[in-house]
C-alpha cells in the first residue's frame, strides 16, 4: 500500500515556488517578528502583503502584472479582521503547528507576517513527511497531542473528526467573521463541514479537469478550439484521442493516472460522475458498481487503447511530467496542469494548450469532480485552539490563496472572489473554467476510512485496466471491499459515525442548476 503522505500532490514540485503550508507567503520576512516585543502597524504589514511582494518576479514580469490585487479586498480575512482586537487577546500567546519537516522552513519564513499582526508565536512540530497520517493519529489517541493545529489531506476529516479529535471552529468563525460565504460551497461543505460541524477551513481546493494542446486539436478541428464544443463528450474524446495518438511520434493521444491506488480510483470518479455516479445510498450502501459506475469503466478502457506509455503504472508526478513535457496531445489531471503549464520554468507547452469544460456522458449530468485537496483544523485538545483557528484563517485568506495560484505551486485558491477575479484569471488559464464549473462539482463524502476506501477501489480498477480482470469483476470486488471497510469504522450497526443527511448536500452541488455554458 502507498503511504499516506504520498497524497501531497504539491510534494511532487520541485520548483523553487513550491509546497508549504504558507508556499507563496514565504518572501521578503527573514526577520523574526517578535524579536524586541514590539508589534508594526497592521497596516504596514498589511501593505506587504502583496502581489508585488509575494508573487514571483519573472512570473510578475512574464504577465505584466500591475501589483492590481488578484482578489476581493473586502473579502480578504486578513483586510477586515480587527487585529488591534486580535492582540489585545492574544497576543504573547503561542500556537504550536503541525507541519510535514519538509516544508518546516519555508513555513516558518512565511508565517512571520502572522507573527507581526497578531502577536501570536507559532512553533512548528514538524512530523516526518512519510508518516504524517500516522504520527498524527498516534498523537491524539495519547490524548497529549503535541499541536494546536494541523493541515492535512481533506479525504482524511473523517478519521480525524469522527473520533472527537477535532475542535469545532464555529464559535471562533463567527466571533472573528470567516468568509464562509466566499467559499465554493463543495469546498466549503466538503473540506469544512463534518455531521454539521465546522471542524476545517479549506486549504488546497482542488478540481480535476481536462486539457488539451492547441495546436493537434486545431489540426483535427480546422479551426480553433471551443471550451464547450469541441469535446463535448467522453465518446468524442474517446474518438479524438484515436487521431491524436498518430499525429506525432512520442505523443500519446490520451494521458490518464491509472497507477493502483487511489490514483486510479480518482480517474474512475472523474469519468463515472458524469454518468450519475454516487458511491453510496442513503443506508451507505455501495452502489458504484451499477450501470453508472461501469460506464465511467468502459470509457477508462477505451481511452486506455490512446493512453500514454505507462498509464497503468502513472500517478500524479508521471502525469504531470508527461503533460508539461509535451508527451500526451489531451489530459485528464488536476486544474494545476493548466496553470503550471503556462509557466516556461515549468513547462514545454507554453501558449500550446487550452482547458475545457467537462465532456458529458450521455443521459447523464454535468459534475467536474472535486478531488483530493487538503483542510485545515485544530485538535480538540489544542491548548490555544482560538490563536490556532486565528493563524488558519490567515494561511487561507484570499490574498495569499491568490497568490499561490499566481505562483503556480499547487496549492489552489477556493475562494468565488479569487476565481472570479479578472486579474488573477489572466495568470492562471484554467480559472475561468474552473470557476463556472464549481457550481456542478461531485465530491466523495469525507467518511472514516475514506482513504483504505480509495485504496481498495483503485487497486481493482488497477487490476482491470492491466487486462487481469473485467471491469463489472473490479467493481463488484471493490464494492465489497469498501462494504468490510464501512462496517470496520461503525456503520450497519445502528449508529452510523456519519449522518448522511448531513453528508448529502456536498456530493453533488449541481442538481437543477443552469449550466455556465
Known sequence: ????????????????????????????????????????????????????????????????????????????????????????????????????????????????????????????????????????IAEFI?????????????????????????????????????????????????????????????????????HLRKGYMEQILGGEVDKVNSVPSYDELIRISVELNKIEPGVAGVGMMAAPGFWSTYTWEHIAAQAGMMLFDENWEPIFNNDAGMAGMDIIMALTENANEGHAGAGWPENRAAWLGGQV?????????????????????????????????????????????????????????????LMLAFLTTGSIMAMNEANANGVAPGYRSVLTNAELQKVSQPAKVWGDSLDHAWCSPRLPGAFPMEQAIGNEINRAVVGQISGKEALDNAAAAVKQIMSENGFYQGNDPVDYAAAAPGLYVGEGKPLPF
Open 142 to 210: 495519547s490524548g497529549n497531542a503535541s499541536f494546536d493545529a494541523l493541515q492535512f489531506f481533506s479525504p482524511w476529516l473523517g478519521d480525524f473528526a469522527a473520533p472527537g479529535f477535532l475542535a469545532d471552529l464555529g464559535p471562533y468563525a463567527d466571533k472573528w467573521t470567516l468568509p464562509l460565504d466566499d467559499f465554493y460551497d463543495t469546498y466549503r461543505l466538503n473540506y469544512g463541514y463534518f455531521n454539521g460541524a465546522l471542524y476545517g477551513i479549506p486549504f488546497d481546493c482542488d478540481i480535476q479537469m481536462v
Open 1 to 136: 500500500m502507498m503511504q499516506r503522505n504520498s497524497l501531497s500532490r504539491r510534494s511532487f514540485l520541485k520548483t523553487s515556488a513550491a509546497a508549504g503550508a504558507a508556499s507563496a507567503v514565504g518572501t521578503g520576512f527573514a526577520a523574526p517578528a517578535l524579536a524586541d516585543g514590539h508589534l508594526p502597524d497592521p497596516a504596514t504589514v498589511l501593505a506587504d502583503i502583496s502581489v508585488d511582494k509575494y508573487v514571483r518576479e519573472d512570473y510578475r514580469k512574464l504577465y505584466n502584472m500591475s501589483g492590481a490585487p488578484l482578489w476581493d479586498p473586502n473579502k480578504d480575512w486578513i483586510r477586515t479582521v480587527d487585529w488591534e482586537a486580535v492582540r489585545s487577546e492574544l497576543a504573547g500567546t503561542s500556537v504550536r503547528f503541525a507541519i510535514g519537516a519538509a516544508d518546516q522552513e519555508s513555513a516558518a519564513e512565511g508565517l512571520v507576517p502572522f507573527e507581526q499582526l497578531s502577536g501570536i508565536k507559532v512553533e512548528l512540530v514538524p512530523i516526518p513527511d512519510d508518516s504524517f497520517y500516522d504520527k498524527a
Open 329 to 389: 496531445a489531451t489530459n485528464i489531471s488536476w486544474q494545476d496542469s493548466g496553470t503550471q503549464a503556462m509557466r516556461p520554468d515549468q513547462s514545454q507547452i507554453v501558449d500550446d494548450f487550452v482547458t475545457i469544460y467537462e465532456p458529458r456522458i450521455a443521459g447523464g449530468r454535468f459534475a467536474p469532480p472535486n478531488i483530493a485537496g487538503s483542510t485545515s483544523c485544530v485538535a480538540a485538545s489544542a491548548q490555544n485552539p482560538e490563536g490556532a483557528f
